[in-house]
């Protein structure tokens, strides 16, 4: 009785020394953005793609720490972007079913060229494939980098990671995405009247840019060049043309219709549904349209068009854009592209407006079209704001000789009061950055059903007003079929907490002294001899059944 008696002291003792300890020593909380989960359709099946879980509660590692067990279930690895490879993602999600992989990022620009290129390729195809853990990325900051070389002091073995008490788990509690069910998308468009001071009979000029962004990571995809660029070139064009039209020995004869369309990475179905739904008037009068995309770099600009310079209006336009860009010092390229109707896929703006034989281009630095999802890229975050003003300004220039006809050489309109404001350029472009702009969440943020909400639409909406007369926007839902059968799902962005703690064996440990406990009392109470009678019976009993 006496052995029992402090048997049953030590392993209470015991029991309450590890309950003290506490499973929490250390705690870091990081802001993560998860990567896109989708679905779509492929005839009549549903594909799933992209990252398929939001939750975790798991161990976590390092790259240099990982166990040597094939399996990774219970484990999330944290590792450092510029160690990502596909086949490395593959390897741990896939292959080893990891829970997850935290991706730490740096969004200052400080990685090479050469990664930038690298990522692409990798973001690209990421985006077509089924993962079926959670991938988030986090900010290259102190708060991170500190954890990060907490994990890697781990050991790599498994016992360690079974015995240690400073193992880390990481832990996501917000719960697994849930389908968005109802998309928005704005359209907003505002006129400057022509010399005749009456929209009615008066030739159009549309300038059209699509408004939104497309990124692995919706909340990462700012979408500074594609298409923050146009955007804020749009803005600058509406801001000069309001100034000569306003007075009447400078006012066009043509009117100037500038357009925000929403959607455009998906086919620009938003401006699919502007005309389905403008009046045959308004469509009948417009004599050119002007799309604006990703025009914020270096590179030589493309003239992305449909109908050949036979066509002596389209030959016009040419000549007019084509001596701009040789006064301006700008390598020119006009890019013929026949649109094939019976294809689904719209690589570029214009070609909605040529579908319905409307003289129409994009202007772009992409010299090439891509596919669908093909400007996936959470990196698109500046632009070169020299470049921008020059192709904004080429822009202007070209646009004007069009429309006052301008036939002598070095004419330039903007210039003096004129000028463009690169000030002006740069706030937009500001503005772009810190918005991040995928079509299905731009009604997500903030949390309401009225899209109008929406600080980023809000605000070109008044931008707009401040140039134009009959600023209006149009609002239309996108059905299942305008969205090519793509369902998005909601949770991108959340908290990360990680803790160090006790490791499973702690759990095994504590409930294997609680029952040796409970033993220990028992007999206490009632003798060796009866527990161990009980203990037989109860293996006898075992036996039977």
Not at 427 to 456: C, G, L
Request: overall charge negative; aromatic content about 10%; glycine content about 6%.
């Amino acid at each position: 009785m006496m052995f029992g008696s402090v048997l049953c002291t030590l392993t209470l003792t015991l029991s309450l020394c590890l309950v003290w300890v506490g499973p929490v020593l250390g705690v870091y909380q990081l802001d993560v953005q998860r990567m896109m989960q989708y679905s779509r359709l492929d005839g009549e099946q549903t594909v799933e793609l992209g990252s398929h879980r939001a939750s975790l509660n798991s161990i976590a590692v390092t790259l240099d720490a990982l166990p040597a067990e094939t399996s990774l279930v219970r484990y999330v690895v944290m590792v450092n972007i510029e160690d990502i490879t596909l086949q490395l993602l593959q390897n741990l999600i896939v292959e080893r079913n990891a829970d997850g992989v935290v991706i730490i990022t740096p969004m200052d620009g400080s990685l090479s060229s050469e990664f930038y290129e690298k990522w692409q390729e990798i973001e690209n195809s990421l985006i077509k494939m089924r993962l079926g853990g959670a991938v988030y990325f986090t900010q290259r900051n102190q708060n991170s980098q500190d954890l990060y070389y907490e994990l890697s002091k781990q050991s790599s073995s498994a016992a360690s990671l079974f015995l240690n008490v400073d193992t880390y788990r990481f832990e996501v509690s917000s719960g697994e995405g849930a389908p968005i069910n109802e998309i928005k998308v704005h359209n907003i468009q505002g006129w400057l009247t022509g010399s005749s001071r009456t929209k009615a009979n008066v030739p159009t000029i549309a300038i059209v840019a699509s408004y939104d962004s497309f990124g692995l990571a919706p909340d990462l995809a700012t979408g500074v060049d594609s298409n923050g660029s146009g955007v804020a070139a749009l803005l600058e064009l509406a801001r000069l043309y309001s100034r000569l039209y306003s007075n009447p020995k400078t006012q066009g004869e043509y009117n100037l219709l500038f357009l925000l369309t929403g959607a455009g990475r998906f086919n620009y179905v938003g401006t699919k549904l502007w005309l389905e739904k403008a009046e045959a008037l308004l469509l009948d009068s417009i004599d050119l349209v002007l799309c604006l995309d990703t025009i914020g770099g270096e590179d030589s600009v493309h003239f992305h068009v449909s109908r050949s310079e036979k066509d002596l209006k389209a030959k016009q336009v040419y000549d007019a854009f084509s001596f701009v860009a040789a006064e301006l010092g700008i390598d020119f390229e006009i890019v013929h592209k026949k649109i094939n109707i019976s294809s689904d896929e719209v690589p570029w703006e214009h070609e909605q407006f040529a579908r319905r034989k409307i003289l129409s281009a994009t202007i772009s630095n992409v010299p090439k079209p891509l596919p669908l999802f093909g400007r996936s890229n959470i990196f698109d975050t500046s632009v070169s704001l020299s470049s921008l003003e020059r192709n904004t300004k080429f822009i202007a220039e070209g646009l004007a000789r069009y429309v006052y006809d301008l036939k002598t050489a070095n004419i330039s309109v903007f210039n003096d009061n004129l000028s463009l404001s690169r000030d002006y350029l740069s706030s937009w472009i500001s503005a772009a950055s810190s918005h991040p702009r995928m079509i299905p969440y731009m009604t997500q943020t903030p949390k309401t059903k009225d899209a109008k909400e929406n600080v980023f639409i809000t605000g070109l909406e008044k931008e707009l007003s401040k140039h134009v007369s009959d600023v209006s926007r149009k609002v239309v839902v996108l059905s299942l079929e305008d969205r090519e059968g793509v369902v998005f799902y909601d949770k991108t962005s959340t908290q990360l907490s990680a803790f160090r703690g006790k490791p499973v064996s702690f759990d095994i440990l504590l409930s294997l002294l609680v029952l040796f406990y409970l033993v220990s009392l028992y007999t206490i109470l009632n003798g060796p001899s009866h527990t161990l009678s009980q203990i037989k019976l109860l293996f006898s009993l075992k036996k039977r059944k």
